[in-house]
């Protein structure tokens, strides 16, 4: 049974009105529970505390933006993916879970191109009963500082007579500076990062020859286990290939393989090939604007679409393809942008090393994905030192330094939310 209950709606507009709160415009979610999103428009910044709990009510997430106000016609998602029901309070949304999840990310954006909102997005992964428990006790005195601090500012004044209650009912709370959302995220993000490497080619594709002897598709296949090696050494990391023997795999296959793992970084390793000896060093790749105007219709063919609910609006569904496009593209660029320098050290880098190519294993719509050309097979010194042991290395540590980067990166955005 699904349901919306709405409390307080005309209180919440009355007073929040003259403290120029932001209107929050829609609140969508999508997604089957294993992998949930909820997506928060409004017309300004939200910037909201969350904190997981176990209250009367069952296991909830709590959502506690800065100001709040729902606009006069709001448009509310049915409640689907692990989300029970929903609760629209005078300053906060409580959403009702019927099974465990937690926090995986939050992304702020601000208004870009035609979209004239702030959004706000939640992505929530399943997890175990334990995980989430474990989750909800360590947010429990962040929650009762945070309902006591609010209680004390004079902008919630219907708050007050529960402030000399709530922090009392906990143990001390210690004395470093308060925990944020930064803390549930870290947590979150202490998960193992999925990493996807792809060597090109195989079986009965060759790909580029070697003016040294040997074939692309053998060259790639040994940088990548080296790759893999070092991957797997780091338990921050689980790695994954697409092939790890000389066997042919379809271009659809690889991104599908690396949607199904839930990679979380999907990195091509190709060599390249020119008609002029002299040309050498390594390049990068993103996808393109006219590779990524095949991306709708390839995740159609494909089936590598977000898991958005029936009944969920064209609309919403369009924000949410778009949003996770623009992610995700941006993301592959931060990657690559790390590998470039990186790459430099191991060995030449080609003008422009960072490129853009309308290719199709970087067409998924949702895993940030990079094609590497570790170097030219047509160059005697590319491909004497991609063939070398030494070669090897040096690229596969070139590129386990950028990952690295890049979820440090990452981790550091998530902790200073
Ligand atoms: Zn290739």
Redo the contacts with the bound molecule.
């Keep these: 049974m699904h349901f919306v209950k709405v409390i307080c709606l005309f209180f919440a507009s009355v007073w929040l009105t003259a403290t120029g709160a932001t209107q929050v415009q829609s609140i969508g979610i999508a997604g089957d529970g294993e992998f949930t999103r909820i997506t928060i428009t409004s017309e300004n910044a939200i910037r909201p505390d969350i904190f997981l709990r176990e209250t009367v009510d069952g296991m909830v997430i709590e959502m506690v933006p800065d100001v709040f106000q729902l606009s006069a016609q709001p448009f509310y998602s049915e409640p689907t993916g692990g989300i029970y029901a929903y609760t629209l309070d005078t300053d906060r949304i409580v959403f009702e879970l019927d099974r465990p999840m937690m926090v995986m990310r939050e992304i702020d954006l601000p208004p870009s191109g035609s979209e004239q909102l702030y959004r706000f997005i939640l992505d929530l992964s399943g997890v175990s009963e334990a995980r989430f428990r474990n989750a909800a006790r360590r947010d429990e005195s962040r929650f009762a500082r945070f309902e006591a601090a609010r209680a004390a500012s004079p902008e919630t004044p219907d708050l007050i007579e529960t402030a000399d209650v709530a922090p009392r009912t906990r143990p001390e709370a210690p004395s470093s500076k308060p925990a944020s959302i930064g803390a549930l995220m870290q947590m979150a993000a202490r998960q193992r990062r999925v990493i996807v490497i792809d060597p090109?080619?195989g079986g009965r594709d060759p790909?580029?020859l070697a003016i040294i002897g040997g074939k692309?598709s053998e060259i790639v296949l040994k940088t990548s286990l080296k790759l893999k090696q070092m991957i797997e050494q780091d338990p921050r990391y689980i790695v994954k290939l697409t092939r790890e023997t000389d066997v042919y795999v379809e271009h659809e296959d690889r991104v599908t393989m690396a949607r199904n793992w839930g990679a979380d970084l999907f990195i091509s390793i190709?060599?390249d090939a020119a008609g002029a000896p002299t040309v050498s060093g390594a390049s990068v790749y993103t996808i393109s604007t006219r590779g990524e105007a095949r991306i709708e219709g390839t995740a159609k063919k494909f089936g590598w679409e977000l898991p958005i609910e029936d009944g969920t609006s064209v609309e919403v569904s369009n924000i949410l393809q778009d949003l996770t496009l623009r992610e995700t593209k941006s993301n592959s660029s931060i990657f690559a942008e790390f590998l470039v320098p990186e790459l430099g050290k191991a060995g030449p880098l080609v003008r422009n090393s960072h490129r853009q190519g309308n290719l199709f294993v970087l067409l998924a719509p949702d895993v940030p994905a990079v094609l590497v050309e570790i170097g030219f097979l047509t160059n005697r010194n590319d491909a004497r030192r991609l063939k070398s042991e030494r070669g090897r290395r040096k690229s596969a540590e070139a590129i386990k330094r950028a990952i690295d980067a890049y979820f440090d990166r990452q981790d550091l955005i998530l902790a200073t939310n």
């Design positions: 090109g080619h790909g580029a692309e190709h060599a």
